[in-house]
């Protein structure tokens, strides 16, 4: 028995800016809208480049999809990337704002 719900969502048209979106979560929300149809703008940090790329090619054999480096922490970046993103394709429709950062401690340490 599968406990999944059998939902379709038509994204034709749409717009999607994935943050985060070069692994984990990120990835798999990338993935699931450009199989709806969205045209997925894929960021995360330079670092993270090469696996955003590679998310990139996988959209694009069936889908469509773009690739930026942005860093959230840097607000002037991000809203100039956002302006980058709508001078090319028109609109946002969909944010799916996934980014974070982690840092490991012992928990008394924090």
Not at 17 to 26: E, I, K
Not at 36 to 48: Q, R
Not at 64 to 93: G, M, P, W
Request: aromatic share 6%; charged share 25%.
């Amino acid at each position: 028995m599968n406990d999944q719900p059998n939902i379709q969502v038509d994204l034709r048209g749409k717009v999607a800016l994935v943050t985060g979106a070069s692994q984990g979560l990120g990835r798999h929300f990338a993935l699931v809208l450009a199989k709806a149809g969205a045209m997925v703008v894929a960021t995360s940090l330079k670092s993270e480049r090469a696996k955003l790329d590679d998310l990139v090619l996988e959209i694009n054999k069936t889908g469509k999809a773009i690739a930026l480096d942005i860093d959230l922490r840097e607000i002037d970046q991000f809203s100039e990337k956002v302006k980058l993103i709508v001078n090319q394709t028109n609109k946002i429709d969909i944010l799916i704002n996934n980014a974070g950062v982690s840092y490991y401690s012992k928990f008394f340490d924090i």
